[in-house]
């Protein structure tokens, strides 16, 4: 990544949408420029696919060349991604600012807590790949739910959200510190994400999910994590 550096910076630089990607994460930007994450993304799809550790430095030439020729096809990867998550981001930010009622703490809250998990720093590096692309779906069922609190679905909302509540303190009485990005366990990881696709069941039916899944389905998986 270092030997690559100016390289990377470049794509970054011209990335369709920069400047109102820049503009929707600077909420997110405030311990890293979003383009430095940009940049680690662009990295990690580029020269992190192998396993393989270079250990002189002719192997660490020849591993750098393959990912070279691989940063190209990461910054279209990346470019069908980036633009519609923060775009999301944007839209359920705005939504959330608004003046609402005080009956509205608890989805608030909730929701707060929710973008804190799914954004937290360094999360475009830290969330395996293959879930981070369904992040701008989880970022719009928000939307959609703090839209349907909007039209009078608050009596549904505190419904729906107590199904989500016992899984969810489930979940975190089993994560250290809240360290929501860094879950070793894969079962562990998978009960997460499994909450997140039952949120959007459940919020914004209408996106639909990656997987079958209900209540039910999360308990089975909890009483199976070793």
Same mark, same amino acid.
């Given at each position: 990544?270092?030997? *690559?550096?100016?390289?990377?910076? %470049? ?8 400047? !109102?990607?820049?503009? /929707? ?10 383009? &430095? ?5 662009? #990295? ?12 002189? =430095?002719?192997?660490?030439? %020849? @591993?750098?060349?393959?990912? !070279? ?10 470019? $069908?991604?980036? =633009? #519609?998550? /923060?775009?999301?981001?944007?839209? +359920?930010?705005?939504?959330? *600012? @608004?003046?609402?009622?005080? +009956?509205?703490?608890? %989805? ?14 360094? /999360? ?11 992040? =701008?779906?989880?970022? $719009? ?31 975190? &009485? ?7 990005? &860094? ?5 562990? #990881? ?9 949120? +959007?069941?459940? /919020? #914004? ?22």
């Amino acid at each position: 990544m270092l030997a *690559e550096h100016r390289e990377l910076k %470049a794509q970054v630089k011209h990335l369709p949408q920069i400047e !109102r990607i820049r503009l /929707f994460a600077a909420p997110l930007s405030k311990t890293q420029p979003i383009d &430095d994450q940009l940049i680690d993304l662009l #990295a990690f799809r580029a020269f992190y696919q192998s396993d393989e550790v270079p250990r002189d =430095p002719d192997s660490f030439e %020849a @591993q750098r060349l393959v990912g !070279r020729r691989h940063i190209v096809p990461s910054v279209q990867d990346v470019t $069908k991604l980036v =633009p #519609a998550l /923060f775009e999301a981001f944007h839209e +359920v930010r705005l939504a959330l *600012e @608004q003046p609402r009622p005080a +009956v509205w703490q608890a %989805a608030q809250g909730d929701i707060r807590d929710q973008l804190s998990a799914l954004l937290s720093p360094g /999360f475009l590096v830290a969330t395996p790949w293959p879930r981070l692309m369904h992040l =701008p779906r989880y970022l $719009k069922a928000i939307g959609q739910r703090l839209g349907k609190l909007a039209s009078g679905g608050m009596e549904r909302d505190r419904q729906l959200l107590s199904q989500i509540t016992p899984r969810q303190k489930a979940l975190q &009485d089993r994560i250290s510190a809240g360290d929501w990005a &860094d879950i070793l366990d894969q079962q562990l #990881a998978q009960y997460r994400w499994m909450l997140e696709e039952l949120r +959007v069941s459940l /919020f #914004a039916q209408e996106l639909g999910t990656s997987q079958p899944i209900s209540p039910q389905r999360l308990d089975k998986a909890f009483a199976s994590l070793a």
